[in-house]
C-alpha cells in the first residue's frame, strides 16, 4: 500500500482507510515515508490504533515537517489515546513553518483538555501555521478556557487564511459563543475563518451574539458559520436575518442551521430579510441549510417568494414534501449562480457569440461550433431554466429574452452530447 502512495501520479486523491488495523511502529514509519514521497492529495485515516499509547506520535509529526510532504495531506487521528506530549510535538510541527497547506488534523475523541487546546492555539497564532490549517478536535473536553485560547489565536492577526476550526460536540455553549464573537468583531479574524460549532449547546443568545459578529462588519470577507443541532429557535434566527440584511454581512458567508428548531415563525423573517436584495448589496454569496427543521408549508412558500427577488443565494438546503417549491428554489440558486459567474450578463451573450457562428434563421449557416465548458454548461442551464429569467426580467439585460429565443431555435437543431468531458474545454465540430 506505500507503494501505491509513492508511485501513483495520475489519481488526485487518495484515502486509505486503516481503522484498527493495529499498526505499529514498524508500519507507521513506512506510512512516514510514503507521506513525504507522495505527490497526490492524501488522507489516511488511521483511528483507534493506540498511537499516543505507545508514544509512536513523533514519527507522523516528523513527515509533517519535512518540507517536501505534498499540500492537502490529511491525518485522522481520532481515537489514539493521544496525550499532552504528543499534542507538544503536534504543535510544534504546526508551528515548524514546514508544514503543507491545507493540513488537516483529526484529533476527535482524544479527551483533550483546555491545556492541550492553549498549545494547539499557541501554534494557529505563531504565524507560520500553514494556510488552510483544518483542525477537527470534536468529542473533546474543551471547555470555555479553551475556547477563549482559540478565540484568541483567531483574533491575532497571525492566524493562517482560511483556518478551519472544527470543535463539534464540545462544550461551548452560548458563553463560549459569545468569547468567539467578540474575537470576530475585532476585525482580525483571518480570510476564509470556518468555525464549526455544532451540538455544543448554544441557545438564542449565544446566536444572537454571533450574528452581531455578522452584522458588525469586521467578519472576514469570506466566513462559514456551522450551528448545525444547537437551539437556535426564532430569536436566533431573526437575528441571523438582520444580519444577513444589514448591509455589513461578509462577502461570502455560509451559514448551516440544520436541527435548529426552527419552524415557521422564524423562517418569515427570514424569507423578509433575503427579499430585500438591495440592503443586501455588499453580501455576493450566500449559502443556507435549514434542513432538519419544522418548516411547513407557509415557510417554504414564503421562501420560494423571496428567491424570487434575490440574486445573492447560490445555495439553499431544505427538505421538505413541497417538490415544485423545491424546485423552483433550486432553479432561483442556479440562476443566482450564473449571475455570479456573469455579472455582466451582455459579456456572457457577447463570450458566447465570438465562440460560434450560431445558426438564427435568415443569417448564414452555422458550420461548426466551438463552446468553452463554461459555456456550455451555461446555455445549458439557460435552455432548462427559461421560466425562471422570463420570470425575473427585471434581473437581466432587455435583450436576453430574445438571445434566449434564439438559443431555443438552435438546441431544436442540434443534439450536443458533452459527457464525458475529460477537460477543461470542450471543441465539438457541429454540421447542419
Known sequence: LSSVITN??????????????????????????????????????????????????????????????????????????????????????????????????????????????????????SGKAPEGLNLILRVNNITVEGIRALANAVCSGKAPANLHLDIASNNVNDAGATILANAIKGGCA???????????????????????AIKSGNAPKIFKLNLNANNIDNKGIEALAKSIESGCAPYYLSLKLRGGNLIDEGILTLANALKNDEAMCYLRDLQLDLSGNKIGEVGIN???????????????????????QLNIIKHCCLRNRLILQYPNLESFIKELSYKANVYIPGKKPMRSLAFSLQSIVASSFLFEHYHIYKNNSHLIPEDLNEYISNLMIIKEQLSINV??????????????
Open 302 to 324: 414564503a421562501l420560494e417568494k423571496a428567491l424570487h427577488s434575490n440574486i445573492r443565494v447560490t445555495k439553499l438546503s431544505l427538505d421538505s414534501v413541497l417538490t415544485n
Open 8 to 125: 501513483t501520479t495520475t489519481l488526485q486523491h487518495i484515502w486509505f482507510n486503516f481503522t484498527a488495523c493495529e499498526i505499529d511502529q514498524t508500519g507507521l514509519e513506512i506510512l512516514a515515508k510514503a507521506i513525504v514521497k507522495s505527490r497526490t492529495k492524501l488522507k489516511l485515516t488511521l483511528t483507534e490504533n493506540n498511537i499516543g499509547k505507545f508514544e509512536n506520535i513523533i514519527i507522523l509529526t516528523d513527515a509533517i515537517q519535512n518540507g517536501e510532504t505534498p499540500r492537502g495531506l490529511y491525518l485522522d487521528l481520532s481515537y489514539n489515546h493521544i496525550k499532552t506530549d504528543d499534542i507538544l510535538k503536534l504543535a510544534h510541527a504546526i508551528q515548524s513553518g514546514y508544514a503543507p497547506q491545507d493540513l488537516s488534523l483529526d484529533l476527535s475523541g482524544n479527551s483533550l483538555s483546555d491545556a492541550d487546546v492553549i498549545i494547539l492555539a499557541n501554534a494557529i497564532q
Open 419 to 432: 459527457a464525458p468531458i475529460l477537460n477543461s474545454s470542450v471543441s465539438m465540430q457541429v454540421k447542419n
Open 190 to 212: 483571518p480570510i476564509g475563518l470556518h468555525l464549526n460549532l455544532s451540538a455544543n449547546h448554544i441557545g438564542p443568545d449565544g446566536v444572537v451574539t454571533l450574528a452581531g
